[in-house]
Nanobody
Framework: QVQLVESGGGLVQAGGSLRLSCAAS????????MGWFRQAPGKEREFVAA????????AYAASVKGRFTISRDNAKNTVDLYMNSLKPEDTAVYYC?????????????????WGQGTQVTVSS
């Protein structure tokens, strides 16, 4: 089992920045990915970014590429999401997720473990 706890959400003005952090405990696999997803009211959960524990292999949704950066700290078992130039359309609950599968994954169905989510609200 893997336990995930997110932190760092909040209210920010458009153009501002936030850092989300995900602390993972339990077993982790070096060849498995960690991902960030988000879900806005009335919308489906969507992929934001993912990173491999084993190396600096990353993937980003087109809507956040160039503004968001995902990073990991293997010693601390944490994965952070740095969000810059935030827009009102980034408003959502953000979830950290872990997969038992090998290789980088971007579809939510490939992630077995999820955190409780943290709210990010961007005002215009």
């Amino acid at each position: 089992q893997v336990q995930l706890v997110e932190s760092g959400g909040g209210l920010v003005q458009a153009g501002g920045s936030l850092r989300l952090s995900c602390a993972a405990s339990g077993r982790t696999f070096s060849n498995s990915p960690m991902g960030w997803f988000r879900q806005a009211p009335g919308k489906e959960r969507e992929f934001v970014a993912a990173i491999m524990w084993s190396g600096p292999v990353t993937a980003y949704a087109a809507s956040v590429k160039g503004r968001f950066t995902i990073s990991r700290d293997n010693a601390k078992n944490t994965v952070d999401l740095y969000m810059n130039s935030l827009k009102p359309e980034d408003t959502a609950v953000y979830y950290c997720a872990s997969s038992d599968l090998a290789g980088l994954k971007i579809a939510p169905i490939n992630y077995e473990y999820w955190g409780q989510g943290t709210q990010v609200t961007v005002s215009s």
